[in-house]
Every structure is written in C-alpha cells, then in structure tokens.
C-alpha cells in the first residue's frame, strides 16, 4: 500500500512509522527468505552418518596361508574288560530277554575281538524254532552283521531244504509265508565279533562267547542243536576233542541233542564230505523224531 505525504504526516503524528516503498518491499522479501530457508532445512534429509569401515585384513595377513585347525589326538580303542570267573557270565545273563541279550553282544567288551568291531553277528531266524544250526564262522556277506555269506550261505540253505526246512535265515532274509515251528531254524555262530578272514576263533574269544550262546540256547529251546565245524562243537560241548571223534554220536547241551558235523568252509574246499554231512544231518533227524 502507498501513502501520499499529507497521509504519512498523520501517522508520523501518531508514532507510527512508515518505511519508504522500496525499503519494505527489501525487508518483506528478506523475513520470507529467512522462512524458506527455515521450512527447506526442516524439510531437508540429514545427511547420513558416515559408518565405520568394515574390518580390513592387512596385506600380509591375507597373503598368509591359513593355518589348519589342529586335529584332536584319536580316540584310543576299548580295552577289553576283564575276564569274569567261569560261571560268573552266565548267572548275569541268567534273566536276559532277547532285546538285552541282543545289547550285551553289541556292547560286549570281553575279549579283544571288540576292537575294531564293524558289527555283531547275533543271529538270524525265528525266535521259535525246532532247529538251531550253530556254524563257525565262515564267508562274510554284503552285511557284516549276517550270519553267513556267499557260497557258504547258499551250501546251508540246499542243507535246509534237503531237510524240509525254511531257508530264508541261511541267506540272511525273512521268510516268504509264516513257516511252523517245526519248520524252523534258527542260525548262529558261536563267536557274536566275525573274526578276521581265515583266523580261527581262540580259546579265550569261545570262553568268553560261550555265554551268550548258551543264553540263545535257553531263550529258543530248540528241539535239536547241530554244529556245523571244530570251534561251534567246543563252544556248544566244551571239549577239545577232534571234531572225527565228536562227529557221528548224540551229545547234549542244556539237555538238548547236540550232532557235530563239517564247517561249511571244510565241505566247500571238500564237496566229497558233503555224504558225511548229510548223515549227519539224518542223525539230528533221528534224535529229533525220538525226542517227540
């Protein structure tokens, strides 16, 4: 707004000053650029804190190989457990189940067949059987928990069937239909640790062993028991006699028959002996049938 001088003298009068034209218009446009200097600050973002640099390896520590951690010295093997006094295994095993007697030969500890172990060879069949075939130890299958393997597992199984009985434990598989007791066998060796290829079991390793077996014994009340080879006769009978001398007579274990015959290794290396083999076998028939 402009004011003329008769106006400007009247509001002199009255105190109140007036600023020339050109003087208001400056401070106007001065007190709004303030402002939008104060609005453009405010609405400005602030600018982002600078944030420490990450972690730098120095020249010479990325240049320097990595250093491998150190290995943990190894785990020394299970050192056998003492031997128990005779009798002393047995009265333990005395109330075993299956399933703890089962857990005792996984965790066995008692001779030095334990170090090194890969697996236990308990057993394979029925838990219900008329038969047990005790056989030493001989080819190794896919599987070393299994009984047996190879030629051996296919010599028993024709020694089964020849005797109208089930095959499928001998190859290490369930049988195809439900089989009657009487058709039933069960296998087992007389070591529960398969010794090294080609060793025969020592006398320490059946001592130990031979409670294990004779609480399978027990457990299966089999009507008959054979023992295919030298090492299963001792730990079934306890005798160091020769296997001719044991072979051909009834013996008993727990009061149960017991006939000796040729390990399955000896009839395949001799498949002339596989005639005496099977009188054997007709001679735990025999028993059998007498003991009904």
Known sequence: M??????????AAMGLRVWPRDQAVEVETQELGAADVVVAEAAAPRPAQPQPAPAMRSAASAAAPLLPKPQ???VPAAAPRPALPAGAREQALAGFDWTELRY??????ACRLCQGRRGHVFGAGEEAADWLIVADPSGEGEDPAQALGGEAAALLANMLRAL??????ALGRAAAAPVERARQAYISLPLKCRPAAGRAPGPEELQQCRP???????LL???????????????????????GRLRGRVHRHQGIPVVVSYG??????????????WADLCL????LKAGS
């Open 164 to 169: 109208k009985l089930d095959p499928a434990p």
């Open 2 to 11: 402009s004011w003329d001088a008769r106006q400007a003298a009247m509001l």
């Open 212 to 218: 294990i077996l004779a609480r399978q014994v027990a």
């Open 264 to 277: 399955l290794d000896y009839l395949l290396r001799s498949p002339a002996d596989k005639a005496g083999a």
């Open 72 to 74: 943990s010295a190894p």
């Open 221 to 243: 009340q089999p009507r008959v028991i054979v023992a295919l080879g030298r090492a299963s006769a001792q730990a079934l009978l306890g005798s160091d006699e020769p296997l």
């Open 284 to 287: 735990a028939l025999e028993s």
């Open 104 to 109: 005792e030969a996984a965790e066995c500890q």
